[in-house]
């Protein structure tokens, strides 16, 4: 399900979510999720919830305009929350309630944090996939900056999840929050737009592939028929 990406696709990625995909207009797109995809958005919260404790230290890879740190927040004062999007960035702090949270723009792959300092560092919701790096890398830094018997979570959606995925993509496109999606080229877990976004997801087996190739071993959840969640833990 993973799909190879040219340079070019990539680049224009990246400006879709710098330009096109931050702050008010990411905030939209969560705003026009069906049912079903608010309860798998909820699910997964709940899911990483379950595994904080009150004191630890906990870092989100890609926090966007801060939907789930505040709810994060909720079960631990240590939350810090990093973006490329100044416009995220700036968004979550001027929404922050809770006046807890550290913010910070920095790139997923070059962390600026030292060795062994976060419990939990968390990339979910499809990050992996949305942040259009080089995921071994993003794994390798997210172990690097976790102590020793912390956790690394990732997550991306299960194939049965696909008619809810497509159909809130088609919402978005709908809204102009995303570019026409081009039907014939959209198919096995890929979402292609005609003005060059693409959204790939990652699968049971690529989490297995990414962990072996690190060599660390992954454990593999399936939760709410919606998503795929890989955790590591580190020795």
Avoid at 128 to 153: H, K
Avoid at 222 to 229: N, T
Wanted: charged residues 30%; glycine residues 8%; hydrophobic residues 40%.
């Amino acid at each position: 399900m993973v799909g190879r990406i040219s340079p070019q696709i990539r680049e224009a990625m990246k400006d879709y979510y710098s330009d096109k995909l931050s702050a008010d207009r990411l905030r939209q797109v969560y705003n026009l999720a069906p049912d079903r995809v608010g309860q798998y958005l909820e699910s997964e919260i709940g899911f990483v919830m379950a595994k904080i404790k009150p004191d630890d230290l906990v870092l989100e890879l890609g926090c966007g305009y801060g939907r789930v740190l505040e709810k994060l927040a909720k079960k631990t004062q240590k939350v810090i929350g990093i973006d490329t999007s100044l416009d995220n960035l700036y968004m979550a702090k001027k929404s922050d309630r809770c006046y807890s949270l550290w913010l910070s723009a920095m790139n997923a792959v070059k962390l600026g944090f030292c060795d062994q300092c976060f419990d939990l560092v968390l990339c979910i919701q499809n990050g992996i996939s949305a942040f259009n790096v080089n995921q071994e890398d993003l794994i390798r830094e997210a172990l690097r900056v976790t102590r020793s018997e912390g956790r690394v979570m990732f997550s991306s959606y299960t194939e049965r999840f696909w008619p809810e995925r497509l159909n809130w993509f088609r919402i978005q496109a709908k809204h102009g929050l995303l570019g026409e999606i081009d039907e014939e080229a959209t198919g096995d877990g890929v979402i292609v737009c005609k003005d060059g976004f693409r959204a790939t997801t990652l699968g049971p087996e690529d989490f297995r592939i990414l962990a072996s190739k690190i060599g660390v071993s992954a454990e593999i959840t399936e939760l709410d028929a919606s998503s795929i969640f890989c955790e590591i833990e580190v020795p």
